[in-house]
T-cell receptor, first 113, second 111 residues
Framework: GDSVTQMEGPVTLSEEAFLTINCTYT??????LFWYVQYPGEGLQLLLK?????DKGSNKGFEATYRKETTSFHLEKGSVQVSDSAVYFC????????????FGTGTKLQVIP | DAGITQSPRHKVTETGTPVTLRCHQT?????MYWYRQDPGHGLRLIHY???????DKGEVSDGYSVSRSKTEDFLLTLESATSSQTSVYFC??????????FGPGTRLTVL
């Protein structure tokens, strides 16, 4: 079945450091790929998405590129801020109509001043 | 914001008691989902609904039931709560490409 593997956390970075959170997936066909962010005490929010191979999703300075050849969707940000401290979830959904979404286990990011 | 609310937001109950959690949406979305979130497990799907009175099981459905008598409401019931059901429960709806919008969550503690 479908699965998502993301790097274990927590990840601790200093403010203005470069961020990479790795995500790889297993799925048939061409799934849609997502990154969600969860701030303390809140539900998940969509951060960015890509629906086909080589698409780049971007939002709030975060980027991720849909790499079919490596089945990856790594999240990057050039300069993190304290306000980026949160838990980040990679997820996928099979293509074709409404389908269930498979989530990774989440990576906690802590940014220190 | 997809207009999703959950109630209650916090609940403490005792083992063996029934518990019902409510999810309410204001935008007439067809697909609704219940997840539980636990450390080390990410989000796991409990049940989902694809229309009024149309529901199906997810990967961790044992001990849970759901009902959807109106488009806007999706209820999750723990018939006899157990300590293993202590968790944070999230409701969600789906839009295009299965992008999901989540409610604020319900923190349930079963003593």
């Amino acid at each position: 079945g479908d699965s998502v593997t993301q790097m274990e956390g927590p990840v601790t970075l200093s403010e203005e450091a470069f961020l990479t959170i790795n995500c790889t997936y297993t799925a048939t066909g061409y799934p849609s790929l997502f990154w969600y962010v969860q701030y303390p005490g809140e539900g998940l929010q969509l951060l960015l998405k890509a629906t086909k191979a080589d698409d780049k999703g971007s939002n709030k300075g975060f980027e991720a590129t849909y790499r079919k050849e490596t089945t990856s969707f790594h999240l990057e940000k050039g300069s993190v801020q304290v306000s980026d401290s949160a838990v980040y979830f990679c997820a996928l959904s099979p293509s074709g109509g409404y389908q269930k979404v498979t989530f990774g286990t989440g990576t906690k990011l802590q940014v220190i001043p | 914001d997809a207009g999703i609310t959950q109630s209650p937001r916090h609940k403490v109950t005792e083992t063996g008691t029934p518990v019902t959690l409510r999810c309410h949406q204001t935008e007439n979305h067809r697909y609704m989902y219940w997840y539980r979130q636990d450390p080390g497990h990410g989000l796991r799907l409990i049940h989902y609904s694809y229309g009024v009175k149309d529901t199906d099981k997810g990967e961790v459905s044992d001990g849970y039931s759901v009902s959807r008598s109106k488009t806007e409401d999706f209820l999750l019931t723990l018939e006899s709560a157990t300590s293993s059901q202590t968790s944070v429960y999230f409701c969600a709806i789906s839009v295009e490409h299965n992008e999901q919008f989540f409610g604020p969550g319900t923190r349930l503690t079963v003593l």
